[in-house]
């Protein structure tokens, strides 16, 4: 633009050249003075920024770990009931007829040998939790 | 010219020469930029803040100007759009137009030392003013700082046809204006 953009057109006067000299001063004044604010503001900044988003991310990674690992103990627990099923439906670990036929009468000595029974506990037992009605009648 | 203004880019650019090639450019060009805002946002003192804000702005970005265009143009941008966004908020801060805080402010350059003066210049302002924003920068660019198109057209980024068209639009509706008042 080198044309000259003043002509008879414009109704504005421009202002003094003391307006101008004086305009100068104010501005580069201001603008060495925001810089020397400017400068200390903008190191703690990056800073507080740093620190800022390694939060976010050891949150991010916090909530992650806490999630698979409630996820992981979700899949393995069992409540009684599935594990009673899988008890009883699973041939492989329930007892077949071929495991019943295969049990001797060896066998079943030494398994009560094995096992040592209290008597006063299976009064107990059987006292407490076994509904005798239903044994009685069937 | 453009050698020269290449050479006070690169300066500006510079971190070690940037302030002193900063002062340099605000004594160029201080003056064309004060009349170009003044003719948008009318009064002295609003112009004085719209001046400093735009070459602040200069300054902090600078570096990122990258030579698309001429730096003249980009920072008739920078203080066009300073201009516009200070009228607007100057607007919502006294919950008013755009139109009607220029009223105002035509009201009063009756006696503002910076302005000629008379029944006709403030009826051309009045009539200006009751333009919409684009056609009233065009007409004010053209018609009192006497801009080539090719200028307004970088500046503006408008092609030079479009501008023109709203220069001539512009000039039909204040004849009838001024034929009406």
Request: glycine fraction near 2%; avoid cysteine.
């Amino acid at each position: 633009m080198q044309k000259d953009p003043f002509n008879n057109n414009q109704p504005f006067k421009m202002p003094s050249q003391e307006y101008f000299d004086d305009f100068s001063k104010r501005l580069l004044n201001k603008i060495e003075q925001d810089q020397n604010v400017q400068k200390p503001t903008i190191v703690k900044l990056k800073t507080k920024r740093k620190y800022y988003y390694m939060g976010i991310a050891a949150s991010i990674l916090l909530v992650l770990a806490l999630q698979i690992i409630q996820l992981s103990n979700s899949k393995n627990a069992f409540s009684n009931d599935e594990l009673q099923d899988y008890i009883q439906y699973d041939t492989h670990l329930g007892l077949s007829t071929e495991f019943i036929n295969s049990f001797d009468q060896e066998d079943i000595l030494e398994l009560e040998k094995n096992i040592r029974i209290n008597n006063q506990e299976l009064n107990d037992y059987v006292l407490t939790n076994l509904d005798l009605e239903y044994y009685l009648i069937d | 010219m453009n050698d020269n203004h290449d050479t006070l880019l690169k300066q500006l650019q510079d971190p070690l020469t940037k302030h002193t090639a900063f002062a340099q450019l605000v004594e160029l060009y201080q003056k064309r930029l004060y009349l170009h805002i003044r003719t948008i946002v009318l009064n002295h003192d609003d112009t004085d803040d719209v001046l400093q804000e735009t070459f602040i702005k200069i300054y902090q970005n600078i570096d990122s100007f990258k030579g698309e265009s001429q730096l003249f143009s980009w920072m008739y941008r920078i203080a066009t759009n300073q201009s516009l966004d200070f009228l607007k908020a100057k607007a919502k801060k006294n919950k008013i137009s755009n139109q009607e805080i220029n009223e105002i402010i035509i009201q009063d350059l009756q006696q503002d030392e910076y302005f000629d003066y008379s029944n006709a210049s403030i009826l051309l302002q009045k009539a200006v003013n009751a333009l919409p924003e684009k056609q009233q920068l065009v007409f004010k660019m053209k018609y009192f700082q006497d801009m080539d198109y090719q200028s307004m057209s970088d500046i503006l980024q408008t092609s030079v046809g479009a501008l023109k068209a709203s220069y001539h639009h512009a000039v039909k509706k204040i004849e009838h204006f001024l034929k009406d008042h």
